[in-house]
Nanobody, 124 residues
């Protein structure tokens, strides 16, 4: 069992930055690929990024490439999402999720554990 707790959301102006954090419980953190998803009001949950073991093995959705960076600190059982050049369309609840490391994909169905989410609001 893995518990995930997100933090770092908030209100920011367009063009600003936020850094989301996700703290995972358990001693098998390295067994999991970590992903970030988001869900805007009235829309379906969508993939943002995932990371397997290191920064050399990541994937992003096209709309955030060059603006968002996913990273992980395996010693601290944590994963991060650095979000720069934020746009109003990035407004959503952001969720951290864990998948078996070989099953990581942009599909939400690949992920076993989910956090409760943190709200990000970008004002224009």
């Amino acid at each position: 069992q893995v518990q995930l707790v997100e933090s770092g959301g908030g209100l920011v102006q367009a063009g600003g930055s936020l850094r989301l954090s996700c703290q995972a419980s358990g001693r098998t953190f390295l067994s999991y690929a970590m992903g970030w998803f988001r869900q805007a009001s009235g829309k379906e949950r969508e993939f943002v990024a995932y990371i397997r073991w290191s920064a050399s093995d990541t994937r992003y959705t096209d709309s955030v490439k060059g603006r968002f960076t996913i990273s992980r600190d395996n010693a601290k059982n944590s994963v991060f999402l650095q979000m720069n050049s934020l746009k109003p369309e990035d407004t959503a609840v952001y969720y951290c999720a864990a998948a078996n490391v070989l099953s990581a994909s942009p599909q939400a169905e690949s992920y076993i554990y989910w956090g409760e989410g943190t709200q990000v609001t970008v004002s224009s």
